[in-house]
């Protein structure tokens, strides 16, 4: 059921949570899947929904830097990061408090990934519930995340019975992915804040170790974020049975990106065009080359993810 955020429904969705249920939110990178974090049982039925592989730990959002510090240890980096960024799209991967978030969100790590969401109405529902919450984004794992309420029921169906509408998020992107436990950040995922912006606070931060299909950044699993169609990445131009996704005015595109070069755009497009072209009929999805540069990091990433061939079928 999508619903519109009122004050009741905000409220509702509390209830629901409360009672170790699910509620589908708006951040403003992706739409999320919430359930108590502090409940191995609700966070249970997160994973059920999702389809998702147990070894995947999950995001804990909370409200603010005191609630952030009640479930993850600060080091001075965490702490110039977090008063830069938050609330917004970055996630800190920190030291576990003990017992604050349950073992199973966490995917038996002694690290927690912990980000204060800036959309209005996650952080109403943050501010209701009264406690962290654990929320992937709200897709089947392995498939393309939801940009908007309708994709949230479009991919998960039944499997969640409360969708607050809080219309397309702005970033479009999941939130980047901070390692900040010691001096020297690590840059386990882009995101929706780009390299040059983090570096900023942080200074230089390090790739993670290449991952592969066995994660050593969990989560980080080759094929992500797929359509069903084929991708393929650097089309200059479509071949017969493709759709074209263009970028920056791609002549002949069916569909592009932003057509005036701007990668924030481009960035709050992606996956709504990635399912857009995703029809029965198209075998392909070719996307024409996309700059390297700020948010270009994150996209390319995604595009990269979404053309891998899979060599495990996530998508139930
Ligand atoms: O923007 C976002 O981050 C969205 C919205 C809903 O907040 N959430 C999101 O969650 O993308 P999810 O579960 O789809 O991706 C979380 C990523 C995974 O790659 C996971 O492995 C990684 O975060 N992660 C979580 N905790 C971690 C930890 N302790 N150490 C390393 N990686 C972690
Ligand atoms: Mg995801």
């Not at 702005?170 to 840059?187: C, H, K, N, P, Y």
Request: charged share 20%; net charge negative; glycine share 10%.
């Amino acid at each position: 059921m999508i619903v519109q955020p009122s004050p009741e429904a905000v409220a509702r969705a509390a209830e629901i949570l409360r009672a170790g249920g699910l509620v589908a939110l708006p951040t403003e990178t992706v739409y999320g899947l919430a359930a108590d974090a502090r409940s191995g049982e609700a966070v249970a039925r997160i994973y059920e929904a999702k389809g998702r592989p147990r070894f995947n730990p999950l995001i804990a959002h909370v409200a603010d830097r005191a609630a952030a510090e009640r479930v993850a240890v600060f080091t001075p980096l965490a702490a110039r990061l977090a008063d830069a960024f938050w609330p917004g799209p970055l996630t800190l991967v920190l030291e576990k408090r003990p017992g604050a978030i349950s073992d199973l969100a966490t995917a038996g790590l002694d690290s927690v990934g912990v980000r204060v969401p800036a959309h209005p109405v996650a952080r109403a529902v943050l501010d209701a519930f009264g406690g962290p919450l654990a929320a992937p984004s709200a897709n089947r794992s392995g498939a393309v995340s939801p940009t908007t309420a309708a994709h949230v029921a479009d991919g998960l169906g039944d499997r969640v019975e409360f969708i607050l509408d809080g219309g397309p998020c702005t970033v479009g992107l999941e939130s980047a992915i901070v390692d900040a436990r010691d001096a020297r950040g690590v840059l386990l995922r882009p995101g929706g804040l780009s390299r040059e912006n983090l570096e900023a606070i942080a200074g230089p931060l390090e790739d993670p170790a290449p991952a592969g299909d066995r994660p050593s950044a969990p989560g980080m699993l080759t094929s992500h974020y797929a359509p069903r169609a084929r991708v393929r990445l650097h089309a200059e131009r479509r071949r017969p049975g493709e759709a074209l996704l263009g970028f920056g005015g791609t002549p002949g595109a069916d569909l592009d990106l932003s057509p005036a070069g701007d990668l924030r755009e481009a960035a709050a497009n992606l996956f709504c065009m990635l399912r857009d072209l995703d029809a029965p009929d198209i075998t392909t999805i070719a996307v024409a080359p996309v700059p390297e540069t700020s948010l270009g990091e994150a996209i390319n990433d995604r595009l990269q993810r979404a053309s891998v061939k899979r060599v495990y079928n996530f998508n139930l």
